[in-house]
């Protein structure tokens, strides 16, 4: 059981919109900064997001991050087939010192 | 560009020792604010945070795993390591590295990973 929640799939067409949760305590997503990290199929976790917002150098302004209140959420535009991963939300959890994940979403692009 | 490379056993006994190294290259381990941190991530699994050293040798462990677990720095060789000790079934995973950034509060530079069986 991952402290933050995140729904096991999502799916939607290429060029579509979609959107992805990252529920949790306001004690984690409430108080500290959310990222978000795309892993595709056999390869080490990718920055996407990081402070609740922000993107890294080179990730394409199709991702986005938002929060309100406990819960964060991922979205990203003009979906592409490229964009079949597992996305992970991480933030840290103050009151016991680790940094927590979410479970893990997959997106498929149908 | 900073890289980072997990290297180690692939295949660990029961009850024994896991240890693991990442090699950093393209800045300083011992130079700027950062956190060297070990995650892992079971076979279709999701992620897991085992723990962290900051450039001072301050550490962090996840509370599940802080008994079995250390991290430590070797400045000499740009390294830092991961040991845990009585090994089961359980800690098979992908074993990452990853350098946090505080300024960020994320995880920019990874490892490629490392898997760790653990079997007799």
């Known amino acids: 059981q991952s402290v933050l929640t995140q729904p096991p799939s999502v799916s939607a067409a290429p060029g579509q919109k979609v959107t992805i949760s990252c529920s949790g305590s306001s004690s984690i997503v409430g108080n500290n900064y959310v990222s978000w990290y795309q892993q595709l199929p056999g390869t080490a976790p990718k920055l996407l997001i990081y402070?609740?917002?922000k993107r890294p150098s080179g990730i394409p302004d199709r991702f986005s991050g938002s929060t309100s209140g406990t819960s964060a959420t991922l979205g990203i535009t003009g979906l592409q087939t490229g964009d079949e991963a597992d996305y992970y939300c991480?933030?840290?959890?103050?009151?016991?010192?680790?940094?927590?994940f979410g479970g893990g979403t997959k997106l498929t692009v149908l | 560009q900073v890289q980072l490379q997990e290297s180690g056993p692939g295949l660990v006994k029961p009850s024994q020792t896991l240890s693991l190294s990442c090699t950093v290259s393209?800045?300083?381990?011992?130079?700027?604010?950062?956190?060297w941190t070990w995650i892992r991530q079971p076979a279709g699994k999701g992620l897991e945070w085992i723990g962290r050293?900051?450039?001072?040798?301050?550490?962090n462990y996840n509370p599940s795993l802080k008994s079995r677990v250390a991290i430590s720095l070797d400045t000499s060789k740009n390294q830092f390591s991961l040991k845990v000790t009585s090994v089961n079934a359980a800690d098979t995973a992908v074993y990452y590295c990853a350098r946090g950034d505080p300024l960020i509060a994320a995880y920019l530079y990874w490892g490629q990973g490392a898997l760790v069986t653990v079997s007799s």
């Open positions: 050293i900051y450039t001072t040798g301050s550490t």
């Open positions: 402070e609740s917002n």
């Open positions: 393209g800045g300083s381990i011992s130079s700027g604010s950062y956190y």
């Open positions: 991480g933030a840290w959890d103050a009151s016991l010192s680790v940094r927590v």
